[in-house]
C-alpha cells in the first residue's frame, strides 16, 4: 500500500465511526437502515454454493434503474453466474430488490477499507465487478486488483473537477486504474479525462449512456394509464419529481399560476428523499390548495385534488408515465439534476433547471434534440409550465423529440455486455 493509500484508509477508518452513528441515528426514523448493517463491514451472509458471481455496484436508486437492463441481460447470457447488486442507500436497495430476477442478491456496500472490501470479496467470490457511473473507491479498486478480480466500470463519467481533484494524488487510483480496471466510458470528454488519470484508450473504449437502453415496459405504461384515470382524468396533469428543498415553493407556484389562469390540473409532487416528506406536507397545509398523499385514500369530498403528494418510493416512473408534463429536480437548486431519461424515454415533455452537473452529456443531447426545455429561474418555471400546459402541439413536438434522441443514443447494453464477455471469457 502507497503512502496516499495509507493516508485515505487512515482518513476512512477515522469516518467509519461517524458514519455508523449517521445509520444508527436514521435507523430510528427509517429501520431499512438498520437492516444488513454488518454488510457495510464486508459482513453478512456469503453466497451459497461455491461458484463464482457477477458483482454489480449501484449506489442509489438511479444508478439501479439504469442497470436493470444489464442485470436482465447478464441473467439471460450467463443464467449459472448470480448476480449481487450492492447499494449504498435504503432507497437503493429496495429498487434492487424490487428487480425480482431469480439469482439476483441484493446487499449494501462495504465500507472503503481494506478490510471491508476483502471481507465482501471473500462472501461474494466475484468473477468480475461492475461499477456503474462514477464509484471509484481506491481501496475497492485495489483490493479487487490484488485478488485478481476484473473490473469493468459502466457508463463510466468522471467530472472536470473530479479529474482535477485525482490529479492531485496521482498515487491513489492510478496504480489501479493501471491495473485491471476498464471504464466504457459514456463520451469522448470522459474517456479523455480518465485516460488523464493514466488508463490507455484500449482500456476506455467510449460506450455510451446505458440508460439510454433502458425500455420502458408495457406493464409500466399501462400503471400509468391506470394512476392517470384514478388521479386525473381528462385534466392536465404535471409531475414535479425528485425535488430538493427551495424547489417545491418554486414548483407551487408555477402550480398556483395554472389556477389562477383558469386550469383545472393536477400536480404530483414527489420529494427526493423519504425523510422531507413531512417538510413537503406542512408546505402543502399551508397552500390552501386542495391535496393529498398518496399513500392515504383519496379525498372524497367531491372536489377536484390539485396536488397528491407522492410519498411512497419506487412509483415516480409510473406517475412520469401518467402526466402530461414533467419536471426533474435537483437542477433549480444546485444539487447536479436528477435523471432526465425517466420522463423522456416515455415520451413525456420534460423541463428542468440549469444545473445538470451529474448528467451533462445527457442534458446536452437532449437539448440539440430539441427534447428539453431548461428554464433558469422560479419565474420561469411558472411560464414555460403554463405555455405547455395551454400547447398541446409544442408537448407533441417535445415529446416526439424526446423519443428520437432516446432511440438515436442507444447501443451502450452492447457494447457493455461484449467487454463483459471478454472479461469472463476463461484465459487462452
Not at 457495510?40 to 437492463?69: K, N, Y
Not at 448470480?82 to 447499494?87: G, K, N, Q, Y
Not at 471491508?116 to 467470490?125: E, Q, S
Request: hydrophobic letters at 45%; one cysteine or more; a positive charge.
Amino acid at each position: 500500500m502507497n503512502a496516499s493509500r495509507r493516508v485515505y484508509s487512515v482518513v476512512v477508518a477515522l469516518a467509519v465511526p461517524l458514519a455508523s452513528l449517521v445509520v444508527f441515528w436514521r435507523g430510528w426514523r427509517e429501520r431499512t437502515y438498520w437492516q444488513g448493517w454488518p454488510e457495510r463491514f464486508g459482513l453478512g451472509e456469503p453466497m451459497p454454493g461455491r461458484g463464482r458471481s457477477i458483482w454489480l455496484h449501484a449506489v442509489s436508486v438511479g444508478e439501479v434503474q439504469a442497470a436493470s437492463t444489464l442485470v436482465a441481460e447478464l441473467r439471460t447470457r450467463w443464467p449459472e453466474l448470480p448476480v449481487v447488486i450492492s447499494c449504498g442507500t435504503p432507497a437503493g436497495r429496495e429498487r434492487a430488490r424490487a428487480l425480482g430476477s431469480d439469482g439476483l442478491h441484493v446487499r449494501y456496500a462495504p465500507y472503503d477499507l481494506a478490510s471491508c472490501v476483502r471481507g465482501a470479496l471473500r462472501r461474494l467470490r466475484p468473477a468480475l465487478l461492475v461499477i456503474m457511473e462514477t464509484e471509484l473507491w481506491p481501496n475497492l479498486l485495489a483490493v479487487c486488483e490484488e485478488a485478481g478480480v476484473q473490473v469493468l466500470v459502466a457508463s463510466a463519467r468522471l467530472s472536470a473537477r473530479s479529474a482535477r481533484r485525482f490529479s492531485w494524488f496521482p498515487n491513489l487510483l492510478r496504480p489501479a486504474l493501471q491495473g485491471n480496471v476498464t471504464a466504457a466510458t459514456q463520451s469522448t470528454e470522459d474517456q479523455q479525462r480518465f485516460e488523464g488519470l493514466g488508463m490507455s484508450p484500449e482500456r476506455t473504449p467510449v460506450c455510451g449512456n446505458l440508460k439510454f437502453d433502458r425500455t420502458p415496459s408495457a406493464a409500466l405504461r399501462a400503471e400509468g394509464a391506470q394512476l392517470r384515470a384514478r388521479y386525473a382524468p381528462g385534466r392536465f396533469m404535471w409531475v414535479a419529481g425528485s425535488t430538493h428543498a427551495g424547489e417545491e415553493q418554486a414548483v407551487l407556484a408555477a402550480h398556483e399560476t395554472l389556477r389562477r389562469a383558469g386550469m383545472q390540473a393536477l400536480l404530483v409532487l414527489a420529494p427526493r428523499h423519504r425523510p422531507r416528506f413531512e417538510t413537503v406536507a406542512a408546505l402543502l397545509s399551508s397552500t390552501g390548495m386542495h391535496w393529498a398523499r398518496r399513500s392515504a385514500s383519496q379525498p372524497d369530498d367531491g372536489r377536484p385534488l390539485e396536488v397528491l403528494l407522492l410519498d411512497t418510493l419506487g412509483e415516480l416512473e409510473a406517475f412520469y408515465a401518467a402526466a402530461d408534463l414533467a419536471f426533474v429536480g435537483g437542477s433549480l437548486v444546485p444539487i447536479g439534476g436528477h435523471s432526465l431519461l425517466e420522463p423522456t424515454a416515455l415520451g413525456v415533455p420534460t423541463i428542468a433547471g440549469p444545473h445538470q452537473e451529474n448528467a451533462p452529456e445527457v442534458a446536452r443531447q437532449l437539448l440539440a434534440a430539441g427534447a428539453l426545455q431548461i428554464v433558469t429561474q422560479d419565474a420561469a418555471l411558472a411560464r414555460v409550465v403554463l405555455e405547455l400546459a395551454r400547447d398541446e402541439a409544442a408537448r407533441r413536438q417535445l415529446s416526439q423529440a424526446a423519443l428520437s434522441a432516446v432511440a438515436a443514443n442507444r447501443g451502450a447494453l452492447e457494447c457493455i455486455l461484449t467487454l463483459i464477455k471478454a472479461r469472463l471469457a476463461p484465459p487462452a
